[in-house]
């Protein structure tokens, strides 16, 4: 029994109808608990068929068979006076069986040049798909880098707004919608040595493609402060931190309002949360 590389390379004279009756019995006998091997063949079937058309048509030559008539002739009319052939002249028989064997090995080389060009062609189709499975994971791998990369800094920031909750230095700040939104509420969180600060919002509207909220500081007598810009998911959540301005940390308005995408150097949008003024 031959082994699965042997069948394997059997595959591309079997693609041809190339191979002998008892080794095309083998090879399907084989294909029949082969997967892999009926997958390879149906490539190379297909490879032989593009092939196929790209082949050039080509005539038989209308004066090789005037030209055997003719020796054929001339050899009859020599037997019929009985005289000899001569040395120089090939007989017919033996012509015939040169001819023969010069035309089986053109087939065969032909045969084994398909055979390559058809094995190129799978190799190359080959390499495409492994080319684009590549491609897709490393897709993949950039796609889970960035998860990985987002999930770090939502750690970080949880861990920063921890840290803020459980400090003894911290205050907090509740801020309450108004009635652009009403169901919206946050908290500030910051410290007042460091100036640390994290607002958690809650309930916001989602805020059109090109505006975004942002962070306003107000200390009492003086004007307002910009603080960060944002957006928020869904259900109205986000996770802001920030760096509240010495002047801010006592006495002051904290409030979110609705501006351009990139900010605005003072507020000019709807006031949508805002903490009480003292």
Same mark, same amino acid.
């Given at each position: 029994?031959?082994?699965?590389?042997?069948?394997?390379?059997?595959?591309?004279?079997?693609?041809?109808?190339?191979?002998?009756?008892?080794? #095309?019995?083998?090879?399907?006998?084989?294909?029949?608990?082969?997967?892999?091997?009926?997958?390879?063949?149906?490539?190379?079937?297909?490879?032989?068929?593009?092939?196929?058309?790209?082949?050039?048509? #080509?005539e038989p030559r209308t004066e090789l068979r005037a030209q055997i008539l003719r020796s054929i002739r001339a050899?009859?009319?020599?037997?019929?006076?009985?005289?000899?052939?001569?040395?120089?002249?090939?007989?017919?028989?033996?012509?015939?069986?040169?001819?023969?064997?010069?035309?089986?090995?053109?087939?065969?080389?032909?045969?084994?040049?398909?055979?390559?060009?058809?094995?190129?062609?799978?190799?190359?189709?080959?390499?495409?798909?492994?080319?684009?499975?590549?491609?897709?994971?490393?897709?993949?791998?950039?796609?889970?880098?960035?998860?990985?990369?987002?999930?770090?800094?939502?750690?970080?920031?949880?861990?920063?707004?921890?840290?803020?909750?459980?400090? =003894?230095? #911290?205050?907090?700040?509740?801020?309450?919608?108004?009635?652009?939104?009403?169901?919206?509420?946050a908290t500030l969180v910051f410290d007042k040595q460091t100036g640390r600060a994290m607002l958690l919002t809650?309930?916001?509207?989602?805020?059109?493609?090109?505006?975004?909220?942002?962070?306003?500081?107000?200390?009492?007598?003086?004007? =307002?402060?910009?603080?960060?810009?944002?957006?928020?998911?869904?259900?109205?959540?986000?996770?802001?931190?920030?760096?509240?301005? =010495?002047?801010?940390?006592?006495?002051?308005?904290?409030?979110?309002?609705?501006? =351009?995408?990139?900010?605005?150097?003072?507020?000019?949008?709807?006031?949508?949360?805002?903490?009480?003024?003292?």
């Amino acid at each position: 029994m031959m082994e699965h590389q042997e069948y394997q390379e059997l595959m591309a004279l079997h693609a041809l109808d190339a191979l002998e009756a008892s080794d #095309a019995r083998a090879v399907d006998a084989h294909l029949e608990a082969c997967a892999r091997c009926r997958a390879e063949l149906i490539e190379l079937k297909d490879a032989a068929g593009l092939l196929a058309y790209g082949a050039t048509p #080509a005539e038989p030559r209308t004066e090789l068979r005037a030209q055997i008539l003719r020796s054929i002739r001339a050899a009859a009319d020599e037997d019929r006076r009985g005289s000899r052939i001569s040395a120089q002249v090939v007989p017919l028989s033996d012509w015939r069986q040169s001819r023969a064997w010069t035309t089986g090995l053109r087939i065969a080389a032909s045969i084994a040049i398909v055979a390559l060009l058809i094995g190129i062609v799978v190799l190359w189709r080959r390499a495409l798909r492994l080319q684009r499975e590549v491609a897709d994971l490393s897709g993949q791998v950039d796609t889970q880098q960035l998860d990985l990369a987002r999930n770090r800094d939502i750690l970080a920031r949880e861990r920063e707004a921890l840290a803020l909750l459980t400090s =003894p230095e #911290a205050k907090r700040m509740e801020l309450t919608g108004t009635t652009a939104a009403q169901n919206a509420r946050a908290t500030l969180v910051f410290d007042k040595q460091t100036g640390r600060a994290m607002l958690l919002t809650e309930g916001l509207p989602a805020a059109p493609p090109d505006k975004a909220y942002e962070v306003w500081f107000i200390p009492k007598g003086h004007s =307002p402060m910009a603080g960060k810009v944002f957006t928020v998911d869904a259900s109205g959540r986000a996770m802001v931190s920030d760096q509240m301005p =010495p002047e801010a940390r006592d006495n002051s308005v904290i409030a979110i309002t609705l501006e =351009p995408k990139r900010g605005s150097a003072a507020p000019t949008g709807a006031i949508y949360l805002s903490s009480p003024s003292s």
